[in-house]
């Protein structure tokens, strides 16, 4: 598929331009500059790929260096380059210069003169002096739409492309990369890709938007999403730290499956518990995952790397065998200690497989993927109604509900009515007298007969009348 680079200066409109072209906001706009970070992309009417690159500065340090090599990677990448301008302000020798660089790469290039629906806009007599043809410049406003459809007309033009007609592909299994900053959330993405896509850095905070990364693993398509580090709610900055938080919870509905990723060297925080509650919440699978294991545990002799569908859950009967098999034989490794604070903090997760990996070394990175196939086959699992029924007659024969001195709440019958998430309806009498210990009794009486890996279960208790 063609690709299309934004490149400018910063603040220049670069993402309400890609925004404006996939109706939707893939990239954070605001009024700050230097908004864009890591090089967004939007796939186009099934045409082409529109890249919003970070705004050109000159690199400061190594950190802003990564930056500007991803600009000049998404150039050299590139079938068509649009370098975009703010036309209320007149050119300098930067805007040059980002020219004539986009020029040197003999790719066809655009100039896009952007906020031309402002009163001080400049006319293109002011912008001829950067060598781009006449023809090739576009008066535009990604705020208002102002000639968005000329401006597409003119790149499918370019690139001789004609309108496909919608992908009749299956879609991807959409997973998403989940955890506080600095987890190593990006480096993970970048293993998984194989190339460098997002910025890794130590700094804190560094991704921004959403990076998304297409592939296909033993023949299924796949889109990993690598979302901003969220910190407590307290501690987030005003203005693109808010937006950033905003886009990572969109992230989790928009995915099947979220990935948490917890900082194998640093005891996990109770924001990482928030984290999976908001999973939970949103009914999509889950698996969490311990990042840097090379820097934990480099003679771990537990039994994460048998094979490539091999995890452990934090349910207490395999964690009691896998404690009670090894305490004995020997003194508990840093990853025996990391499993039973996982085991004691996220016990409303025991559903959960636990994965161990390394971006360095490469440990376990492709058993994600593995894990999210199964994770999401439990998910739109449906169970038969009479076998509900029986774990329902069976579950009650074992251990009747408790309730008040002359009532009784009396479940009758179950159904399955939803997947993904699975949801189940238990009909009755006086449920609402049941104990939120007896629904968890419930659910592991189903799990007992599927276990949903990775899935959250959600019930509704109807009492008739």
């Known amino acids: 598929m063609p690709i299309v680079a934004l490149i400018g200066q910063t603040n220049a409109g670069k993402s309400t331009l890609l925004n404006r072209f996939a109706r939707k906001n893939l990239a954070i706009t605001a009024r700050e500059a230097g908004t864009t970070r890591d090089n967004v992309f939007a796939k186009i009417d099934n045409s082409f790929l529109l890249v919003d690159t970070a705004g050109l500065l000159d690199p400061r340090d190594d950190f802003e260096a990564s930056i500007q090599d991803q600009i000049s990677d998404a150039i050299s990448s590139a079938h068509l380059i649009l370098v975009v301008l703010d036309s209320t302000k007149y050119p300098n020798q930067k805007d040059l210069t980002i020219a004539r660089n986009a020029l040197k ?92 896509q997002a910025i890794v850095s130590s700094r804190q905070g560094t991704t921004r938007d959403i990076n998304r990364l297409e592939l296909k693993y033993k023949g299924q398509p796949l889109e990993i999403l690598d979302t901003a580090g969220l910190r407590k709610p307290g501690r987030r900055e005003v203005g693109i730290e808010k937006f950033s938080a905003l886009r990572t919870l969109s992230a989790i509905e928009e995915s099947d499956v979220c990935a948490l990723l917890i900082d ?63 305490e004995s034989a020997r003194t508990k490794t840093p990853t025996d200690e990391i499993l039973d604070r996982l085991e004691r903090d996220f016990n409303f997760l025991p559903f959960a497989p636990v994965l161990i990996t390394s971006s360095e070394t490469g440990k376990n990175v492709t058993k994600l993927f593995e894990l999210a196939f199964t994770i999401n086959e439990s998910r739109h699992h449906e169970i038969p109604t009479a076998d509900l029924n029986r774990i329902l007659q069976d579950s009650i024969h074992r251990h009747p509900p408790a309730g008040l001195k002359n009532t009784h709440p009396k479940p009758k019958y179950i159904v399955q009515t939803d997947t993904c998430p699975p949801w189940f309806v238990i009909h009755g009498h006086d449920l609402g007298l049941l104990h939120w210990s007896y629904k968890r009794y419930l659910e592991r009486k189903i799990r007992e007969f599927y276990p949903y890996i990775g899935t959250p279960i959600f019930f509704s208790f109807r009492s008739d009348s």
């Not at 998403?176 to 194989?194: A, C, E, M, Q």
């Not at 990042?291 to 490539?308: E, F, G, Q």
């Open 105 to 196: 790469s003999k790719k066809p290039v655009f100039l896009i003169l952007n906020k031309t629906d402002l009163g001080d806009a400049l006319p293109n007599s002011e912008f001829r002096k950067f060598g781009i043809k006449e023809d090739h410049i576009f008066r535009v406003s990604a705020t208002t739409g102002q000639s968005i459809l000329d401006l597409k007309s003119a790149i499918t033009s370019t690139l001789n492309l004609s309108r496909q007609k919608p992908s009749t592909e299956k879609s991807p299994l959409k997973i998403s990369l989940i955890g506080r900053p600095n987890v190593g959330k990006s480096s993970l993405f970048n293993t998984l890709g194989k190339k460098q």
């Open 264 to 326: 194998g060297t640093e005891p996990h925080a109770k924001l990482d518990q928030a984290l999976a509650g908001e999973i939970i919440k949103a009914g999509k699978g889950i698996i969490l995952v311990i990042t840097k294991s090379d820097l934990i545990n480099k003679t771990a002799s537990d039994n994460l790397d048998n094979s490539a569908t091999e995890f452990i859950t934090l349910e207490p009967s395999i964690t009691e065998q896998h404690d009670s098999a090894t």
